[in-house]
């Protein structure tokens, strides 16, 4: 009797084993919507390599007047416009953005994650990081 509650039990297992195996890979198979925040030496690279990369400053006007990255395009995630100018990035293709510091552009992040961006890069302690590793800046 202990044999066949053993063999059951082995069974049971090897099922369940196979079961979660099979969730897992069809987990992998959903596109991934990411948010990475990035270093600004990281970001720097990326977009030498890149000029034409979708590069967004989510500060107000006023900010983005005094100091701004290069090519960059101004669009504040605290306009109530934000969603509408967005709409015009294409959604397939990276998108970076950053703020003064990173409270802004986490939250223009998610707004762009929620809105179906599939890669999302956040620059660490914005444009303020970005000063201090000496990296420039335009006007």
Not at 25 to 31: G, H, M, R
Not at 95 to 102: D, F, I, L, Q, T
Request: charge should be positive; proline fraction near 3%.
């Amino acid at each position: 009797m202990k044999k066949y509650i053993t063999l059951i039990f082995a069974i049971v297992i090897t099922l369940a084993s196979v079961s979660c195996k099979n969730a897992q890979k069809n987990d992998t198979k959903v596109p991934s919507q990411a948010i990475e925040v990035i270093a600004p030496k990281a970001m720097y690279e990326v977009l030498l390599k890149d000029p034409s990369a979708q590069l967004v400053d989510v500060r107000t006007k006023d900010e983005f007047a005094v100091s701004h990255l290069k090519d960059s395009q101004n669009i504040c995630v605290t306009d109530t416009d934000f969603k509408q100018k967005v709409a015009h990035l294409d959604k397939d293709k990276p998108v970076y953005v950053y703020c003064k510091k990173g409270g802004r552009s986490a939250q223009a992040s998610k707004i762009l994650k929620e809105l179906g961006f599939t890669k999302i890069f956040d620059l660490q302690g914005g444009i303020t990081n970005w000063q201090q590793q000496q990296l420039s800046t335009q006007k």
